[in-house]
């Protein structure tokens, strides 16, 4: 017989759970609404076939939308004690906490599918430069990887969605508005900060510029966050 | 404590000096006792005991502050899956996904478990009286199918440890039997740990009984000789006219042997002013004789005289009183 890897049963639950939810629906059909009136937005009103204003707010929109679908990831189960029924079986904090990224950061990524519309209506009606669109859906889903990470260690710190969502959000928007801070720092601090910034990472790779040090940011980003979460699931504020 | 297990058994649940804190609420207070193969284990006391935190660590769900706990040989701190493979555990009132049906529930444990769904679940559907809940969502279940699905749960890997908190609270008196009968029939091979407060639930499914107050072990016995061992033996009920309670009551007292009187309601006949007590006595001293005599010297009349064994009820009330009134903290 054989085994299934536990992160995947855990993902698979995830996801079944959330898209057989109207959630799912609510929160992709919100999502649509605000990046589909930036980008009409540009198509109509300046009469230009891009997608730049779209992927440029789109840090500030995943700050919101992320936390959204991770805040119950774990603070539902801890609230209803279904953690310890969980916990108790044979898997491991890393099992749990990899099987609830896996189906948050698919949750969020397959908020972004229907946008592909955008894309096809933009080389129907016009040429845009394919460089930009491809960074910038790869820069996308960087975001949502770092987003999701934060969104899960937020939810493991609490029983309660609402104070997850807002803790999530609260890290994600400020990683997302760092860089407008900046011009209030002294020079010597703009570049440390500055490094910190989710929005000018994001905006270098949908440049179409792919630079390690964008993708060493998300990836620590992410990395950080799980790390955080699986020592929280290890000690005793599982509870 | 007990439990020097015959040579050849073998201890599938070490646990030594076991200690938690939370905050400055010790919980739990160096613990120690093993349980080996094909035992059930009643572990008894009033809420707030350390029933739950003790069944937490032992599953590995908590982190002990101090002290072991051994697996059949596996330190569940050291190599916690592989001691969890070994355990099937039902936490009080069964937590479940409450968005799930029952059977892709099922499903879900046994994919986690790695044991083939296919064949575990409708045989778990048939041991736990499942078949007309498998399509519903475990939100809309009672009370007693939730507590079945979490057995079932439980269940899925036959485990060598079956760990229940509270397997039976909540339910009605049939599902209580069905309950029982599941666990007694796994007894018969597995180890099994039962917390409760069902005292004649003990008496009939426990062979062994640890009775936790304040966290800390206050008994531990075959469940046939906790009587002997921990409680004052007999006690005398006597009903006698032509007196006060008072007057019987000291009269009684002073009475070699007897430890103490209270007071206790007699069956009254209709016209016939009578007083009633109960008489402690003493070890295993037998009163009865000198009771009669008392009586008949005061030139009182005895209506009735009859001994009571104390119940386990009585046991388990002395043992943990002094600590419930003070044990008000929280069920962790």
Known sequence: MKK??????????ELSAYFSSPIAYIVTGLFLVFSGFLFFNTFFLANRAELRNFFSILPITLSFFIPALTMRMLAEEKRSGSIETLLTLPVTAFDVTLGKFLAAFIS?????????????????????DAGPIIGGYLGALFLIASFSAIGLF?????????????????????????????????????????????????????????DTRDLIYFISLTAIFFALTVEILKGDSRR | ??????????????????????????????????????QIVGLLG????????????ITGFLKATDGTISIDGTDITENPVEAKRKIGYMPESAPLYSDMIVDDYLRYVADLQGVNADEKVPQLCE???LKEVMHKNIADLSRGYRQRVGLAHALMNDPEILILDEPTSGLDPNQIQDVRDVIKEIGKTRTVIISTHILGEVEMLCGRVIIIAKGKIVADSP?????????HSASVFVEAGGCSESDLSQALSQ????????AEEGEAIEGVQTASLLAHAEGNAEIRPAIFKAIAEKGWTLYEMSIRRNSLEDVFHSLTQDDAATAEGENA
């Open chain 2, 255 to 262: 009475l070699e042997g007897v430890s103490s009187c209270t």
């Open chain 2, 1 to 38: 404590m007990l439990s020097a297990p015959a040579h050849g058994v073998q201890i599938m649940i070490e646990v030594s000096h076991l200690s938690k804190q939370f905050g400055t609420f010790r919980a739990v207070d160096d613990i120690s006792f093993s349980i080996p193969t094909g």
């Open chain 1, 108 to 128: 969020g990524a397959a908020m972004l599918v229907p946008t592909l519309f955008y894309v096809i209506t933009c080389y129907v009606f016009g040429s845009p």
């Open chain 1, 154 to 210: 937020a939810t493991s710190l609490t029983k309660n969605q609402i104070i997850a969502f807002f803790i999530a959000f609260t890290i994600c928007i400020l990683l997302s508005i760092l860089s407008g801070f900046l011009v209030f720092l002294p020079s010597w601090l703009v570049n440390f900060c500055s490094y910190f910034s989710a929005y000018s990472h994001f905006t270098s790779i949908a440049q179409g510029i792919i």
């Open chain 2, 223 to 231: 469940t046939g000789e906790l009587r002997e061992k921990y409680g």
């Open chain 2, 46 to 57: 009033p809420n707030g005991a350390g029933k739950t935190t003790t069944m937490r660590m």
């Open chain 2, 127 to 129: 041991t736990c009286g």
């Open chain 1, 4 to 13: 299934q890897n536990a992160a995947l049963v855990i993902m698979k639950r």
